[in-house]
């Protein structure tokens, strides 16, 4: 026979809710008593029965995350953070990845819906809204993270994308770069965003995209993001006057524009400067380490999953909330054209 709550409770001579309240890591609880507790399920190898705790509270403690490209390390570091904060409250989380393909996306939430998930936290690549009408019609709470749909009222948590075009573009014309160039993503909120950011940054220094200037990546996005920002960069470079800086929609497509410029035999950043969005981990080891805007992935999932808590542990629904976290810029090499004691000279 699999050992109990009630077991415990009775070789400790605590009662039931005092080691359920040890379980959910509840703050009435001692630090002696939860030792004691804890001790003790470890040697009984003690595994909680979810579907009895289904029973009693109507809630499968599980999440569900959808995300365009499980590849991608923006949305593995998202992913990575809404499972430990996940975990340390009893919670499972299941993940699936939609690879950018709005069909599979709905296939997703069904099966997650299906398994009767507390929340559904989707970033999405939809073009319309009615796949969340289902999750509504469902009565299952939903956040929305990265990418968020106009005329939606919805839980959403990610970054402002407006302000990461700005940020990006600014730092490129503090750097000297009169001719910058952008390389955008597919037409999801994120890039459309940046574009305007973009574009503000522009117009703030007196400047304006040149023709030419502003290359789509077309449907890869995230997904495959190194391919099309190769190509977008060799269109970019073929233009006259070419580029002397591009911000790129993100990380991955910032990889391929630096290869197609090394390709073409050009320096970064002395020729060309490049800024992406992400700060991938590895952006530091690359053979030109990668300024990138960091959007705050740990942020990001923290925020998304204490939301989701939230969310699974209230009776009615609460007014959708709002979270956008501010990026910042890590400046590198490769788009470091003024050393820093210059800058700091040029501002005193």
Not at 189 to 212: D, H, I, N
Not at 237 to 249: E, N, Q, T, V
Request: hydrophobic share 40%; glycine share 8%.
């Amino acid at each position: 026979m699999p050992t109990r709550l009630k077991d415990i409770a009775n070789e400790l001579g605590l009662s039931v809710v005092t080691i359920s309240k040890v379980l959910r890591d509840h703050p009435d609880i001692g630090a002696e008593t939860r030792k004691r507790v804890l001790k003790r399920m470890r040697e009984l190898n003690y595994q909680p029965n979810f579907a009895a705790r289904s029973l009693v509270s109507g809630k499968t403690w599980t999440l569900g995350l959808v995300v365009p490209d499980l590849l991608h390390p923006f949305f593995a570091d998202v992913a990575k953070s809404i499972s430990v904060v996940a975990r340390r409250q009893g919670y499972s989380l299941l993940i699936s990845s939609s690879d950018e393909d709005p069909d599979l996306e709905v296939r997703e939430i069904k099966q997650l819906l299906a398994r009767r998930v507390d929340v559904i936290i989707v970033a999405s690549a939809q073009s319309s809204v009615e796949c969340f009408r289902l999750i509504e019609e469902q009565k299952t709470p939903y956040i929305l993270i990265d990418r968020r749909f106009r005329g939606l009222d919805a839980n959403f948590v990610g970054v402002d994308d407006e302000a990461v075009g700005a940020l990006a573009t600014s730092h490129l014309i503090e750097q000297g770069c009169r001719r910058v160039a952008h390389i955008r993503g597919p037409e999801v909120s994120t890039a459309v965003g940046r574009l305007e950011g973009y574009k503000r940054a522009l117009g703030s220094y007196g400047l304006m995209p040149l023709p030419g200037h502003i290359v789509s990546l077309g449907a890869s996005g995230d997904h495959r993001g190194e391919k099309g920002g190769y190509e977008a960069a060799k269109r970019l470079l073929s233009i006259k006057p070419r580029p002397d800086g591009i911000f790129c929609f993100n990380d991955p497509s910032a990889l391929g524009a630096m290869r197609a410029i090394l390709d073409a035999r050009l320096r970064i950043p002395q020729d060309v400067a490049v800024v992406g969005c992400g700060n991938l981990s590895y952006s530091d080891f690359l053979r030109v380490p990668l300024s990138s805007v960091d959007q705050g992935s740990d942020k990001i999932g923290k925020c998304a999953a204490d939301l989701a808590l939230v969310l699974a542990n209230r009776k009615v629904r609460i007014k959708s909330k709002v979270e956008l976290i501010s990026p910042r810029v890590v400046v590198r090499a490769s788009s470091q054209r003024i050393p820093i004691s210059a800058q700091a000279d040029s501002v005193s």
